[in-house]
């Protein structure tokens, strides 16, 4: 979720597209074989990211037999999670059929009108099977464009022998016991608490944490007529609370460019506390690229004043309207989210199940005991609050944040700054 | 005196060779160094560098598990050598008449070469999918080759061109007065003169379409997929692999020192023939 | 018939008039140079008649054919260039054989003409090697040996010594005359240096200011300049010109006043002068100026022992004049010397436009 903040590669993107539906009209040439009336294109991350069957090594033969069954032919196109936005957007913005089913993490507001909105088609069994609340991000307008693969909410991550050596046996449960617990084990060079703060946008920026602790506080962040609501007590309470785990965190942090420079001082041992999405309890595990192997649990994300909340990854399958073969599409999510299939991509590549039942799974729960802590955590409200211009927004919002943290602004003047901006950004919504 | 200021003369030299040394390998070093190291020990403050922390491991992942690096390498190899070559046979002799023969708008046409180059990539990025999809060339090489050219001729164009204005009026006038004609005169006494400038603007264009990043990634899937591609496949969004993608690193840039020590004696010997006056 | 004629050449670059109606007849086997300091439009003159650049208007013809529209190739020339021009990645052969390559001659004539124009040059044993592996002296030479192996019906040199220093300049220019007495064909060389210019060729046009100021034979130029800059220009040491009014007080027998002194005029010269009232500008070659005995008294300026003459500048109020005596002889700066002239020798321009007051012979 480190994604540059390319606003302007975003609105020139859309300027682009609408000059460029004139431009051409060339005849169709050759088509090429992915267009075959029984292939389906698939556009995914690479792993280690959320990627489907034959994509990651996982189900493989199962994968194999479906197509054999379905006389499918599934070819798939991926790129690093960081590209995906950028080749996505053009694609979609040129009109041209190029894939059919797409992989989204929280675009599915911004790129909806290129989505076929196939959720309400899928089986009751299986829509009964996932968390409700899983659909608010790639729902907009009312209608449901994707399905969310894999249970990814943001919960807090510590290191048992740092806080031991500070004195604890148990994670901090409350904003003052966090408070505390990361004040105690700043020692010998370690730091109590650790972020990454470096970029304002996205999911995973630092205005997607805030919005942890904005829920936490009590606060949303939109009214129910989409105008800002988090100028309020919660929203600066949220603020205040990051601005007081500051002085227990590296001071560099606010200049890491993602996620990854977090953990990376996480998996050295260098700090004892984080917020982290589940994917980190495997690569925390493997000793060629931890010295953490054995020492990391998990817990729910300490409550607020309105209790424990969170946001969620929002990692989800969509159909593009280009696509000739919408059905066997929807088919193919629904094997990607068939129970077998969720178990083996929770056991053979870490990344969770989002059926309620793979879930609770002894397996699954045997082989990723941060399972259970997550599971919890979608007990407590998550929201991402995606729009379309959800990047705007969070570049708007993180930027006054970062400002706030880094002591140029008061929390107060910073969510005052950011409610002005956010409502000018609302407003164009229209 | 003298003895000594020229064995102090000769230790100023000495030293800023030193450093000027460090100053260029120490990236490359760095890079090779981070590719034989654990991921865990590069990432440890400071870095863990005792010998248990070394192994090829990251080149044996880059290897077995991307296999795309391979056919990434060669796929860059082919792109950027058809783009290099058909920048300096296309560009050169454009970039001679507009330096050298009266050419009826040649300020306009200089303009408007530039401005082709001066489009953001964003803004023709869009058409240009349109374009290559309704000609089937999307994920094929040709077309990275095409867009390219696109931008790497006008640089080639305007480069050259000073170079070509920067030469000695004198040989040409020779060559004419010998009977060449101006085609003669370009392919038998201007470009041989010119090798160290035609060298110098095809390592620039090898090097851009070896690293272009944002034309490559829209308009390939997989087949034509090209080095840079490839290694920002080892950055993802939760986790880095350093090590493997710096071991690809030090994969993808070999070609390109390799070429240039390779070319090195033939562009120092260009120079020196061409320090004579004209 | 002439082999090549100028007719009202006039050539601009922009709002830069660079030559001014030029009109040169050249015979045919002559050797003419074109003198003139920098800036004069010679080397453009040089040019068009290579064919490099086109007149703004005006005709060329060669052997009474007009060759405007001809590439150099065509009209058959051959130029050495300032700075050689040679082709810096091929050899001495290969610079010299180049052009008949480019006309398709055999290998075998190719060998024979560049091996003989190289042995004349006294470049055989350096055929093989690169321009940059030769000496000053040499790589003109070769520039020479490109020039004649095409046998061409005109050479043109453009300052082909300025490079070199003076002895190696002197034994070039003697090499060029040879070549020239012995080839026959008719040569244009451009220079600023009037020594070089005298003493090198048939006819000398001297040009100023994009215009030919006079075109003759080295006598004539320097003994009979037709205006006051070629007086200067020609000739070493630099002429001084004196300002002089003529004054007629003294009935018929009429003299020029220059500052202080008088100088006395012949019969003729005073006819020549007819009843002009304004100043007149006045010169003299200083081997006219003699010293000693009886005459006008005047400061001496300057000694300046040659060899074979000493050079004296002799001043008075408000101007002075140059002498050259044979011999070396011992004068002391600062003092008073009494010099006489031949006034047949004074040489009259107008001091308007500059031009001879030619008395009618």
């Known amino acids: 979720m480190n994604r540059l903040p390319f606003i302007d590669r975003r609105s020139l993107i859309k300027t682009a597209a609408s000059g460029a539906a004139a431009a051409l009209v060339l005849p169709s040439l050759s088509r090429p074989s992915w267009a075959d009336e029984t292939a389906l294109s698939v556009f995914s991350p690479l792993p280690p990211d959320p990627a489907p069957p034959g994509a990651a090594k996982f189900s493989e033969e199962a994968f194999a037999a479906w197509q054999k069954a379905n006389s499918a032919k599934v070819t798939y196109d991926m790129v690093a999670w960081p590209q995906l936005h950028d080749k996505m957007a053009t694609a979609f913005a040129s009109g041209e059929h190029v894939w059919d089913v797409v992989y989204m993490s929280g675009w599915v507001p911004e790129l909806a009108k290129f989505l076929v909105p196939f959720a309400k088609n899928l089986p009751k069994e299986l829509i009964d099977d996932l968390p409700k609340s899983s659909f608010s991000t790639v729902t907009w307008d009312g209608q449901s464009s994707g399905v969310v693969f894999t249970l990814s909410l943001l919960t807090l991550f510590y290191n048992t022998e740092l806080l031991q050596k500070a004195g604890f046996t148990a994670p901090p449960k409350t904003w003052d016991e966090l408070k505390n617990v990361a004040k105690e084990c700043t020692r010998d060079g370690n730091y109590g608490w650790v972020l990454n703060y470096g970029d304002p946008a996205g999911i995973g920026g630092t205005a997607s944490y805030w919005m942890c602790f904005l829920q936490q506080a009590g606060g949303k962040l939109y009214n129910e007529d989409g105008s800002p609501a988090f100028n309020s007590d919660a929203g600066i309470l949220a603020l205040q609370m990051m601005m007081d785990l500051m002085p227990y965190s590296d001071p560099g942090s606010i200049s890491y460019v993602g996620i990854n420079d977090a953990t990376n001082v996480m998996t050295a041992g260098k700090a004892a506390m984080m917020m982290n999405w589940p994917f980190m309890w495997k690569s925390a595990n493997d000793p060629a690229s931890s010295k953490i192997v054995g020492k990391l649990a998990g817990a729910l994300l300490p409550a607020g004043p309105a209790g424990s909340a969170s946001i969620d990854g929002t990692d989800a399958w969509t159909i593009t309207k280009t696509s000739k073969n919408p059905e066997l599409a929807t088919k193919l999510i629904e094997f990607y989210l068939d129970k077998d299939v969720q178990k083996r991509q929770a056991i053979d590549t870490g990344w969770l199940p989002i059926r309620l039942s793979v879930l609770s799974d002894p397996d699954v729960q045997k082989a990723l005991p941060n399972a259970a802590v997550v599971l919890e955590q979608a007990n407590h409200p998550y929201d991402s609050y995606v729009t379309p211009d959800y990047n705007e927004v969070t ?32 407003k164009k919504r229209g | 005196m003298a003895a000594r200021q020229s064995i102090l003369g000769r230790a100023g030299i000495v030293l800023a060779l030193v450093v000027f040394v460090f100053a260029a390998t120490g990236p490359i070093v760095w890079l090779l160094l981070s590719s034989v190291l654990q991921q865990q020990a590069l990432t440890s403050i400071p870095p863990d560098l005792s010998p248990s922390s070394f192994t090829l491991a990251n080149y044996l992942e880059v290897f077995s598990s991307a296999a795309q690096l391979g056919r990434a390498i060669i796929n860059s190899l082919i792109v950027a050598t058809f783009t290099t070559a058909l920048a300096i046979i296309l560009g050169a002799p454009a970039a001679y008449a507009l330096a050298r023969l009266e050419i009826k708008h040649a300020g306009t046409i200089l303009l408007m070469v530039l401005a082709a180059q001066m489009f953001p990539a964003i803004v023709i990025a869009i058409p240009l999918f349109i374009t290559a999809s309704k000609l089937g060339l999307i994920d094929t090489k040709l077309l990275l080759i095409l867009v390219y050219l696109s931008f790497n001729l006008p640089i080639v164009i305007w480069v050259l061109r000073g170079f070509f204005m920067g030469l000695p009026l004198g040989l ?54 090209t080095v840079p591609l490839a290694i920002s496949a080892f ?44 | 018939m002439p082999s090549i004629e100028l007719i009202d050449i006039n050539k601009s670059y922009g709002a830069v008039h660079v030559c001014k109606g030029i009109n040169l007849t050249i015979a045919d086997r002559e050797f003419v140079t074109l003198l003139g300091s920098s800036g004069c439009g010679k080397t453009t003159t040089l040019n068009m008649i290579a064919g490099l650049d086109d007149p703004t208007s005006g005709d060329i013809l060669m052997d009474g054919r007009r060759v405007n529209d001809l590439e150099p190739v065509g009209r058959d020339v051959a130029m050495v260039f300032q700075n050689y021009a040679l082709y810096p990645h ?26 003989a124009a190289a042995s004349a040059l006294d470049l055989s044993h350096v055929l093989d090697r690169y321009p940059s592996q030769l000496s000053g002296g040499q790589q003109q030479r070769v520039a020479i040996g490109r020039a004649i192996v095409r046998h061409p019906k005109v050479f043109l040199f453009d300052e082909p010594f300025s490079n070199l220093d003076a002895a190696l300049r002197n034994r070039m220019r003697a090499e060029v005359k040879e070549l020239h007495l012995r080839l026959g064909v008719t040569s244009i060389f451009v220079t600023h240096d009037q020594e070089e210019a005298l003493s090198i060729s048939d006819r000398v046009a001297i040009m100023r200011n994009g215009s030919v100021e006079q075109f003759g034979t080295p006598e004539d130029v320097y003994a009979d300049p037709e205006t006051v800059e070629v007086a200067r220009f020609i000739g070493t040491p630099q002429v001084e010109i004196l300002e002089c009014v003529i004054d007629r007080s003294n009935g018929s027998n009429t003299v020029l006043r220059c500052g202080s002194a008088s100088l006395p005029i012949t019969a003729r010269q005073a006819v020549a002068l007819g009843t002009r009232t304004e100043k007149v500008l006045v010169t003299i070659r200083p081997e006219y100026v003699t010293i000693g005995g009886q005459g006008t008294s005047a400061t001496i300026r300057d000694v300046q022992p040659t060899g074979p003459s000493t050079l004296v500048k002799l001043g008075w109020e408000g101007s002075a004049i140059m002498a050259r005596l044979n011999g070396i002889v011992r004068l002391t700066v600062g003092e008073t010397a009494h010099f006489s002239i031949d006034p047949m020798q004074l040489m009259l321009f107008d001091n308007e436009s500059g031009r001879r007051i030619k008395t009618k012979s």
């Open chain 2, 172 to 225: 040409e006038r020779a060559a004419r007065v010998d009977g060449a004609s101006p085609l003669q005169t370009f392919l038998r006494i201007v470009l041989p003169i010119s090798l160290p400038s035609l060298f110098a603007a095809a390592i620039f264009a090898f090097i851009e379409a070896w690293n272009e990043f944002f034309f490559a990634l829209i308009m390939t899937r997989q087949t034509a997929q």
């Open chain 3, 90 to 115: 091929m050899t001495v052969a290969g610079n010299m054989g180049f052009n008949l390559r480019l006309r398709n001659f055999s290998p075998a004539e190719i060998h024979e003409r560049v091996g």
């Open chain 2, 235 to 278: 950055a993802g969004q939760y986790q880095t692999m350093f090590g493997q993608m710096m071991a690809a690193a030090a994969i993808s840039v070999a070609p390109i020192i390799l070429l240039t020590i390779l070319l090195r004696n033939t562009i120092l010997r260009g120079f020196a023939d061409g320090m004579l006056k004209g």
């Open chain 1, 395 to 426: 570049v708007a919002l993180g930027t006054e944040i970062n400002k706030a943290l880094a002591g140029k602004s008061s929390a107060k003047d910073a969510i005052a700054e950011a409610a002005n901006l956010v409502a000018a950004i609302v």
